[in-house]
C-alpha cells in the first residue's frame, strides 16, 4: 500500500480548541495540545471536525488554526488532514485552497448545509472543492447530523463521479450495512466512529477512525488500534466496555440534556486529562462543568483500564 491510501488509516486524533474564558481561542493552549498529540505517536491529526467548533470561527482564525497545526506536524513529520469545513459553499472553496498550500495528506469538507443538496449539486460542489483543492485528496464529512446523510449506494455514486474523494468520515450500522458499504464503497477510505473501529476492522470495511475514544486517551486508542492488527477478539472486548461507557456515563448529556457532541469530545478530553483543552465551548454554546470530568474520570479508568498504560 503505497501514496494517499497508506496515510489515510488507523487512529487520528482530533484537534480540540481551548477556548479562554474572554471566548478567545488560547493559541499557547493549542500549541500545547498539538504537541502532546504528536507525542503520543498517533497516526495523524486532523482539524475543524465538529469537535473543532469549525462553525464557529471567524476566517482569520481558521488560517491561524492551520498553520499552527501544520508547521508544528511537518516539523515532526506526522500527517494531518485539514478540515475546511464551511456550511457556505462559497466559504468552503475559499478555506481549501488555504489547506492546499500547507501540505497536508488530505482535506475534508462538508457538503453545503442551509439548504440540502440533491445528488447533481453535491457531485457538483465536490468537483469545485476538488479543483480548488489541487493535488490533495478529499474526505467528505458526512455525519448522522448533517442535513442529508447519505446511504452507502450514494456515497458510492458520489465518489465514482468525483475520484478526488479519497475518503469519507461517516456513521456506521450493522452487519447489513457493512455489507452494502464493501459493494459501494471498496477502495475508499472509510473513517467509521472510534468507538466502533475495532467492528469497522473485522468487518475489513473502515480505514481507521477520527477518533472520540482519541479524544478521551490518544495514547491508549493508538494502542488500542494497533491491538487490532494481532488481537482482534481483544480489540473487539474493549470495543464493547468503551460502547458501553459512552453509553452510560456520556451519551446522557446529549441525550436527557441537549449538549452538543462537540460538548461530549471535550468532556471525554477532560476525563482522560491528558493535555490543556478544558470542557469550555465558544459561545452561544454550553459546555459541560468540568467537575462531572473529574467525577467520570475513576470510572472511566477502571471500566477501561487499557486505555489508560502507566
Known sequence: ?????????????????????????????????????????????????????????????YAAIQTLLAERCRARGVP???????????????????????GPAAIQVVLPDWWPV???????????????????????????????VLAPEELGRLVRAVPAVAGIKL??????????????LSGTALFVPGHHLA???????????FSNVACLSP?????????????????????????????????????LHGYSNAALDKLLAAIGGWGPVGTRLRRPYRWIDEAEAMRLRPIARTMLPELFPA
Open 1 to 61: 500500500m503505497t501514496g494517499t491510501k497508506a496515510v489515510l488509516r488507523g487512529n487520528w486524533a482530533t484537534l480540540l480548541l481551548p477556548i479562554a474564558d474572554d471566548d478567545s481561542i488560547d493559541f499557547g493552549r493549542l500549541a500545547e495540545e498539538i504537541d502532546l498529540l504528536i507525542a503520543a505517536r498517533v497516526d495523524g491529526i486532523y482539524s475543524n471536525g465538529t469537535a473543532g467548533e469549525f462553525h464557529n470561527q471567524t476566517e482569520r482564525e
Open 80 to 102: 494531518f488532514v485539514i478540515g475546511a469545513c464551511q456550511p457556505d459553499p462559497s466559504l468552503a472553496r475559499e478555506r481549501v485552497r488555504l489547506a492546499r498550500d500547507l
Open 118 to 148: 440533491t445528488e447533481p449539486e453535491a457531485v457538483d460542489f465536490l468537483a469545485l472543492m476538488a479543483e480548488a483543492a489541487g493535488p490533495v485528496p478529499l474526505i467528505l464529512y458526512n455525519p448522522p447530523h448533517a442535513k442529508r
Open 171 to 184: 456513521a456506521d450500522g450493522d452487519d447489513a450495512w457493512y455489507a452494502v458499504a464493501k459493494q459501494h
Open 199 to 209: 467492528t469497522g476492522m473485522e468487518h475489513g470495511v473502515a480505514a481507521g477512525a
Open 219 to 255: 495514547a491508549g486508542a493508538q494502542a488500542w488500534t494497533d491491538r487490532m492488527a494481532v488481537a482482534i477478539e481483544a480489540a473487539l472486548d474493549l470495543e464493547r466496555r468503551i460502547c458501553r461507557f459512552m453509553d452510560q456515563h456520556i451519551v446522557p448529556f446529549r441525550s
